[in-house]
């Protein structure tokens, strides 16, 4: 009978708080708004251009620049020049998405078309990210396919080319490096006739099934072959595997929705808080307790609707967050176990707000007040990184930063189970803490009335 | 007739005032039992030390023969229709009795029927879907009266139901009252106004600065502590009053010693509550 009594009270409390347009709008809709702004701003906003990628030049030639800038210009791409252990640490920390390492020697390679080594580049990204992975490598052999292209074009270079490659077969043949030397000859001839031709009628084009196997990038990627001729390949890709360090948030909204999340809670609490001292003006509160429903059972039932009411705007932005804007939730598990700790405890903040005052203004003052005040210290509205270290002792007071912690965590901070623990209980802990001083409260004026 | 109420020498300050001053009475089984008393005279006060709301400092308060008013079992026979409206706004007229039928233990079928009757009985059955909001301040107070009868309490307690109400939503109440009277409700009903206490009330307890000044019938309380009856007649274009314990023979000697033509616009003038307060208290009941 008592839970039934208790369930009432809740279902009353969630009906009336649907219907309150003001309360149904800080709870609900200002922290999706906020998390979405915050978390846009935080990103940069106006979306990504195209794939970060990290590009090391060891090679420092015409050739690699050239090819760089031709990344560069690309729309699919983001490209910043930097030395190796930065684009490693970048993108192990998921600030970009992938690192290219243009070798010494590039540029003579890429001069090497049909002898001596194919251009090698080096193409690190993390395993896990197969998408990334193929399109970097497909967009890579493009723009190195477009580039021998243009050598066929160039009638010049193309002899230059030419000369090259007979002069390197020539040397591995000297070496004795063919195992089957009569390959060699076939070689040397058709390079020596193709020369020949480039010299007296001139030559455009390369074939189209040419263009289209090198842009190819599962035919591409391979191991060289030792031999003279190593086909036309306008670039070998080797693929590094490298592993993202999860510690940190992979966008803007990793941060904002655990922000928003709590700006929600506050607006929740407020208006449950409210509805109590609405309820002791009002009479209702009176009548409830004549109605033989308890203290506890009212108090229960309210903390109850506030806890409900928490889950729901917590799991309704978590689920926006991961489905439109790709926040992380590493550990589902652990954030089960977050949200209730952090609706409890704030239903029993609820509870002692809700008891503090007598009148509706002095009570949406204070309740106000003192969110605003634990979310500055707690990093409800800037992110704790950024507040100033002084800062750090007084956050430990606030419930706030416990509360985006414990969302943090299951995110993207990887905490273990063993990290979580503390934190849930820090959030128990000042739950029950209000839960206790507001039912003594509560009890403690009804009698002295 | 059993006492449904008890009071016994109940006291209760606030901050050193004395609100409630060393106040007994009893309360019959099936009367309408006012509380008459001018604003801040205690009457709120009594009522939620009756209910259990509030503590008395002293004193004792016996409900239903035996139990005390703190009881919770006790405070479940007890219907509260207190002054301040105490119903949820945004909730619909039917969404407010069920909710508090919900509170009072009912549930399924009865407490539907028990929502479709005390609505009929307040008059607000085609209100049942709109919200609290929208209604006038009579069809609050009515409404506010449809849930203090929801689970057919044994005493109702009714606070200054009719303040702030139009004519005709008072109408309806006091029929309202005097059909749970008719349906054998032993009702509570505190008031300043006289003509509603005169009007429904069986017994009257007079309470000023939370003493009780005098308890009896109307009849009992007007024959004792109000003023004689006063006769007002029109003679020479003069208003003339005169007062007398016994009006018809005031009148047989005024037509016998006067010119009978000389006397128009004769009217006797009964004794109020009004004037018992007044007798009693020596300030009006509306200072």
């Known amino acids: 009978m008592m839970l039934t009594k208790l369930l009432a009270v809740t279902k009353k409390d969630l009906k009336l708080l649907y219907r309150d347009k003001g309360g149904f709008f800080f709870t609900f809709i200002f922290p999706i708004l906020m998390a979405v702004f915050f978390g846009s701003m935080m990103s940069g906003g106006g979306g990504v251009k195209g794939i970060s990628l990290q590009v090391v030049d060891y090679d420092q030639t015409t050739e690699s620049q050239q090819f760089i800038d031709k990344l560069d210009a690309a729309a699919e791409l983001r490209v910043t020049r930097v030395d190796e252990e930065t684009a490693k640490n970048t993108v192990r920390k998921g600030k970009a998405a992938a690192f290219l390492i243009l070798p010494q020697g590039f540029g003579a390679a890429k001069g090497n078309i049909f002898s001596g080594d194919t251009a090698h580049v080096q193409l690190g990204v993390d395993p896990k990210r197969h998408a990334i992975k193929g399109l970097l490598q497909g967009v890579l052999m493009n723009y190195a396919a477009e580039d021998m292209q243009s050598s066929f074009s160039d009638m010049s270079k193309l002899n230059s080319q030419l000369d090259q490659s007979l002069a390197s077969i020539q040397k591995s043949r000297d070496k004795g490096e063919f195992t089957e030397p009569e390959k060699a000859d076939r070689l040397t001839e058709f390079l020596t006739d193709f020369q020949d031709m480039v010299a007296t009628d001139g030559f455009g084009n390369s074939s189209p099934q040419q263009n289209n196997d090198a842009a190819n990038p599962d035919s591409a990627v391979n191991e060289p072959t030792n031999n003279g001729f190593k086909g036309l390949q306008p670039l070998i890709i080797d693929s590094v595997d490298i592993t993202v360090n999860k510690d940190g948030p992979a966008n803007g909204y990793d941060v904002s929705f655990p922000q928003g999340i709590i700006w929600g809670m506050m607006g929740c609490l407020s208006a449950f808080s409210l509805s109590l001292v609405t309820e002791r003006n009002q009479g209702t509160l009176s009548r409830l307790l004549i109605c033989s429903a308890n203290r506890s059972t009212i108090l229960a039932g309210k903390a109850l609707a506030c806890f409900f009411t928490i889950i729901f705007i917590a799991s309704s932005l978590l689920l926006l967050g991961k489905l439109v804007f790709g926040i992380q939730i590493r550990e589902p598990l652990y954030m089960v176990f977050s949200l209730v700790a952090i609706g409890f405890c704030f239903s029993g903040l609820m509870i002692m707000f809700s008891v503090i005052s007598k009148s509706e203004k002095a009570a949406s003052g204070i309740t106000w007040a003192a969110m605003m005040i634990m979310a500055m210290a707690g990093g409800g509205m800037m992110p704790l990184a950024f507040l100033p270290a002084w800062m750090g002792p007084i956050s430990q007071f606030s419930p706030i930063k416990w509360s985006i912690l414990a969302l943090e965590g299951p995110m993207w901070r990887n905490f273990s189970l063993l990290e979580m623990l503390p934190i849930l209980a820090v959030l128990v802990g000042i739950g029950l803490l209000g839960f206790l001083v507001g039912t003594r409260l509560f009890t403690w004026q009804s009698n002295s009335q | ?287």
């Open chain 2, 1 to 287: 007739m059993p006492d449904i109420l008890s009071l016994d020498q109940i006291s209760k300050r606030f901050n050193q005032v004395t609100v409630i001053d060393q106040l007994s009475f009893q309360v019959n089984e099936g009367e309408i039992f006012g509380l008459l008393g001018p604003n801040g005279a205690g009457k709120t006060t009594l009522v939620n030390i009756m209910t259990g709301l509030l503590c008395a400092d002293s004193g004792t308060v016996t409900l239903f023969g035996k139990q005390t008013a703190g009881d919770a079992e006790a405070r479940s026979n007890i219907g509260l229709a207190s002054q301040s409206l105490a119903l949820y706004e945004d909730l619909t007229a039917a969404e407010n009795l069920h909710f508090f039928g919900k509170m009072q233990s009912l549930n399924g079928s009865s407490l539907s029927n028990a929502v479709s009757r005390t609505l009929d009985t307040v008059g607000l059955t085609d209100r049942a879907k709109q919200r609290v909001k929208e209604f006038s301040g009579g069809m609050k107070r009515r409404l506010n009266l449809a849930v203090a009868i929801l689970h057919k309490p044994k005493l109702l307690i009714l606070d200054e139901p009719t303040v702030g109400v139009d004519p005709q939503s008072r109408n309806a109440i006091m029929e309202s009252i005097m059909k749970l009277r008719e349906q054998g409700h032993t009702i509570i009903y505190t008031t300043h106004y006289m003509e509603e206490v005169e009007k429904l009330c069986d017994r009257v307890a007079i309470i000023d600065n939370g003493k009780l000044i005098a308890l009896d019938t109307v009849n009992g309380l007007l024959q004792t502590h109000g003023s004689n009856y006063r006769i007002r007649y029109s003679q020479n274009n003069q208003i003339h009053q005169t007062n007398s314990d016994n009006p018809l023979d005031t009148i047989r000697e005024l037509l016998d010693n006067e010119e009978q033509s000389s006397i128009s616009n004769l009217s006797v003038l009964s004794p109020t509550l009004e004037q018992v307060f007044l007798n009693l208290t020596g300030h009006a009941l509306r200072d």
